[in-house]
């Protein structure tokens, strides 16, 4: 297994980090796009080659669509009634999505609502992760899926319906905010729309806010009707002409993360962000500044505090955070994390023991009351074909001026250029 050797030098160097567009305002904004018969250059308005996995993942499935439905040329009129007849072929289209998990369940929605034979799949680990109550819902609603495998996981067989219907749905709060949001993104496209009520406690409810508001910029009638439902008309999608992918939160969460732990150099990156996105993970600014005042104040008793369960992709990069500057913690609302590329509370765990920290974890938190082991002499950290395993580990190594991040291609899922930006500030 590859690996790259991460030595920290005596003082970081200044710098600018140019941050990557937002996986997740990207992603919605393609499938919205492609709704409304816009192929995905024309939004991205970047070679694809340029983004992350988990954006040119999505971005190649829409295009396989647009590519069948325009045989002759790629810029002839969408028109989905007069093509109906072209997508009842006998091969359905193999769609290999990769690891990108918003792509397999984003791209499922949008699928089953455009006419066509799909099938699609992923890696290993994209056909160990769940996707049975998206299935039942769209199921619910007049789409055509059936199982390639397992019951309840991909691959997926899809004969895409472009006449569901909407109506009523009931589903539980603390299923994947993506599942919630594929629905939500193709419900214009439902006659008669879609209701849907969300029961018990609603986990990632900012990534909903984020997709109603994209929505709503593409015309869509989305709106809460009160804290729990969520009411969406049948109306047609325009995609604005200024329509724009901010700088991802989630990315900028590691060099706050690289600031906390060094006292040297200067790093530009907040002038990119948007303090007004509707990005959850923004909170980050705020997380960190909890964690100042924290290590400020030494004297004060008890543990850091947080709920991660509108933010829970910031949990790694916290968590390492506060190990390296022996911030005692106790984080909840962890419980999506068992379930993502890995079981990112296992790996923490594991990982940390390394580098002779000994956390404690449940099936929904993860804590550190100070204990430590003996670290390893020359650990390299495992990432479990996760990205953000490797960009939370990799500034530990200004702590402990030396460490080895195995499988670092794995930051091409959401942060391609990591590396490369962590060489500019002198970390490599």
Same mark, same amino acid.
């Given at each position: 297994?590859?690996?790259?050797?991460?030595?920290?030098?005596?003082?970081?160097?200044?710098?600018?980090?140019?941050?990557?567009?937002?996986?997740?305002?990207?992603?919605?904004?393609?499938?919205?796009?492609?709704?409304?018969?816009?192929?995905?250059?024309?939004?991205?308005?970047?070679?694809?080659?340029?983004?992350?996995d988990?954006?040119?993942?999505?971005?190649?499935?829409?295009?396989?669509?647009?590519?069948?439905?325009?045989?002759?040329?790629?810029?002839?009129?969408?028109?989905?009634?007069?093509?109906?007849?072209?997508?009842?072929?006998?091969?359905?289209?193999?769609?290999?999505?990769?690891?990108?998990?918003t792509?397999?369940?984003?791209g499922t929605?949008?699928?089953?609502?455009?006419? &066509?034979r799909?099938?699609? +799949?992923?890696?290993?680990? /994209?056909?160990? !992760? @769940?996707?049975?109550? $998206?299935?039942?819902? %769209?199921r619910?609603?007049?789409?055509?899926?059936?199982?390639?495998?397992?019951?309840?996981?991909?691959?997926?067989?899809?004969?895409?319906?472009?006449?569901?219907?909407?109506g009523?749905?009931?589903?539980?709060g603390?299923?994947?905010?993506?599942?919630?949001?594929?629905?939500?993104?193709?419900?214009?496209?439902?006659? &008669?729309?879609?209701?849907l +009520?969300?029961?018990?406690? /609603?986990?990632s !409810? @900012?990534?909903?806010? $984020?997709?109603?508001s %994209?929505?709503?910029?593409?015309?869509?009638?989305?709106?809460?009707v009160?804290?729990?439902?969520?009411?969406?008309?049948?109306?047609?999608?325009?995609?604005?002409a200024?329509?724009?992918?901010?700088?991802?939160?989630?990315?900028?969460?590691?060099?706050?993360?690289?600031?906390?732990?060094?006292?040297?150099?200067?790093?530009?990156?907040?002038?990119?962000?948007?303090y007004?996105?509707?990005?959850?993970?923004?909170?980050?600014?705020d997380?960190?500044?909890?964690?100042?005042?924290?290590?400020?104040?030494?004297?004060?008793?008890?543990?850091?505090?947080?709920?991660?369960?509108?933010?829970?992709?910031?949990?790694?990069?916290?968590?390492?955070?506060?190990?390296?500057?022996?911030?005692?913690?106790?984080?909840?609302?962890?419980?999506?994390?068992?379930?993502?590329?890995t079981?990112?509370?296992?790996?923490l765990?594991?990982?940390?023991?390394?580098?002779?920290?000994?956390?404690?974890?449940?099936?929904?938190?993860?804590?550190?009351?100070?204990?430590?082991?003996?670290?390893?002499?020359?650990?390299?950290?495992?990432?479990?074909h996760?990205?953000?395993?490797a960009?939370?580990?990799?500034?530990?190594?200004?702590?402990?001026?030396?460490?080895?991040?195995?499988?670092?291609?794995?930051?091409?899922k959401?942060?391609?250029?990591?590396?490369?930006?962590?060489?500019?500030?002198?970390?490599?």
């Amino acid at each position: 297994m590859s690996y790259v050797e991460i030595v920290a030098p005596e003082a970081l160097n200044n710098c600018t980090i140019q941050l990557p567009p937002s996986k997740s305002v990207a992603n919605r904004i393609l499938i919205m796009a492609a709704l409304g018969a816009v192929e995905p250059q024309a939004v991205l308005r970047r070679p694809l080659n340029e983004l992350c996995d988990d954006i040119s993942a999505l971005a190649r499935l829409i295009q396989t669509v647009f590519n069948h439905r325009k045989p002759d040329s790629l810029h002839d009129t969408y028109n989905q009634d007069s093509l109906h007849d072209t997508y009842n072929q006998d091969s359905p289209s193999i769609v290999d999505i990769g690891a990108a998990g918003t792509a397999m369940r984003f791209g499922t929605a949008y699928l089953a609502v455009t006419s &066509g034979r799909y099938i699609i +799949t992923g890696t290993e680990r /994209i056909r160990q !992760r @769940p996707i049975g109550i $998206l299935v039942e819902a %769209l199921r619910s609603l007049g789409a055509d899926i059936e199982y390639g495998g397992e019951e309840g996981f991909p691959p997926l067989h899809i004969v895409g319906n472009p006449d569901m219907h909407g109506g009523q749905l009931v589903l539980k709060g603390n299923v994947s905010s993506q599942f919630i949001s594929a629905l939500l993104m193709i419900a214009p496209t439902l006659k &008669g729309g879609l209701t849907l +009520t969300l029961e018990g406690d /609603i986990v990632s !409810r @900012p990534y909903i806010d $984020l997709t109603i508001s %994209l929505m709503q910029q593409f015309g869509a009638k989305a709106c809460w009707v009160d804290e729990r439902v969520i009411r969406i008309d049948e109306s047609p999608i325009t995609t604005p002409a200024d329509i724009a992918i901010e700088a991802d939160w989630t990315a900028a969460s590691y060099w706050y993360e690289i600031e906390a732990l060094s006292h040297s150099g200067t790093i530009e990156f907040r002038k990119q962000l948007n303090y007004d996105s509707m990005q959850g993970d923004k909170v980050c600014d705020d997380i960190f500044e909890r964690i100042k005042s924290y290590v400020s104040m030494r004297s004060q008793s008890g543990p850091f505090n947080y709920d991660f369960t509108r933010c829970p992709d910031l949990a790694q990069t916290i968590v390492v955070t506060c190990c390296m500057l022996d911030v005692p913690f106790v984080f909840t609302g962890l419980q999506t994390l068992r379930i993502k590329e890995t079981d990112r509370i296992a790996a923490l765990a594991t990982e940390l023991m390394k580098l002779g920290y000994v956390v404690q974890t449940s099936e929904s938190t993860i804590g550190w009351d100070g204990g430590r082991c003996t670290p390893q002499a020359n650990p390299v950290i495992q990432t479990y074909h996760d990205h953000r395993m490797a960009m939370a580990f990799a500034p530990c190594a200004i702590k402990l001026k030396h460490l080895s991040i195995a499988d670092p291609d794995v930051v091409t899922k959401s942060y391609p250029t990591y590396w490369r930006d962590l060489s500019a500030a002198g970390l490599l």
